[in-house]
């Protein structure tokens, strides 16, 4: 379980997150949107420390972030941003099974899982584990930056915004294919996105943010029947809110 207890940032004297207290259940996804600005970010990047708290306590299973080794810390948690971080010298088979060798995982572990995690997501593995990532379209390569993330069995997986620069198409398939492994693999899931049709589809629940606090957290169902307020149903009408 992540805990957000009363959780403010500071930057130049102005808080981009105003104490902001929730917590997200294991095995949930947990969806954070929100109009630019509004924290969901800088929410997400605490929870790794990226970013660390001016005030207040991030806990996982009970224990403050803070507390953790960083390097620890972060190789337990996946990681997917908008995009993607693969190393660009690197292989995708490469790129996949860097987080497993960092782990200490055995070499004919990390190959079997990287081979089968890339069937899973579609990609041929005779085909797409010699290829570099500038060979790769950017629905390819955010498939890969996926498995990357998942493949060394985090207890987390953290996603920043991980399609808004892929065309309609790709970014419904990949939203498709994170809701199925979510379903398979059932790790806790916080996914950040400023589109509410996406945290719609894919959320357990929702935490709508703006101006660095929390307006409400819901069930889709729960936002959609019992909206907090004007704002929430304005974002829930069209879909998406840039402010």
Excluded at 154 to 178: C, G, H, N, W, Y
Excluded at 214 to 238: L, S
């Amino acid at each position: 379980m992540i805990e957000f207890k009363n959780v403010s940032k500071i930057f130049d004297k102005k808080a981009a997150v105003n104490d902001v207290s929730f917590r997200i259940n294991d095995g949930e996804f947990f969806v954070i949107v929100g109009s630019s600005g509004s924290g969901k970010t800088t929410c997400l990047k605490m929870i790794n420390r990226i970013i660390e708290p001016s005030s207040g306590k991030v806990l996982i299973d009970g224990k403050d972030v803070m507390d953790f080794d960083k390097r620890n810390l972060r190789l337990d948690i996946g990681y997917v941003l908008q995009q993607g971080t693969l190393f660009p010298n690197m292989t995708v088979f490469e790129n996949v099974e860097l987080i497993g060798e960092l782990k200490g995982m055995d070499k004919g572990v990390r190959k079997d899982r990287v081979n089968s995690y890339l069937d899973k997501v579609g990609l041929d593995p005779k085909v797409f584990a010699k290829r570099y990532p500038e060979e790769l379209s950017g629905g390819q390569a955010q498939r890969i930056g996926i498995i990357r993330a998942i493949v060394a069995n985090p207890k987390l997986l953290l996603m920043d915004e991980p399609f808004s620069a892929l065309d309609p198409i790709t970014r419904d398939q990949l939203q498709d294919l994170v809701k199925k492994i979510h379903e398979d693999l059932k790790i806790s899931t916080v996914f950040v996105t400023h589109d509410m049709n996406e945290a719609l589809k894919l959320g357990d629940r929702i935490c709508l943010m703006r101006n660095g606090e929390v307006v409400q957290i819901d069930t889709p169902e729960g936002i959609k029947n019992n909206p907090e307020n004007d704002f929430v149903k304005k974002f829930f009408k069209e879909g998406a809110l840039y402010e």
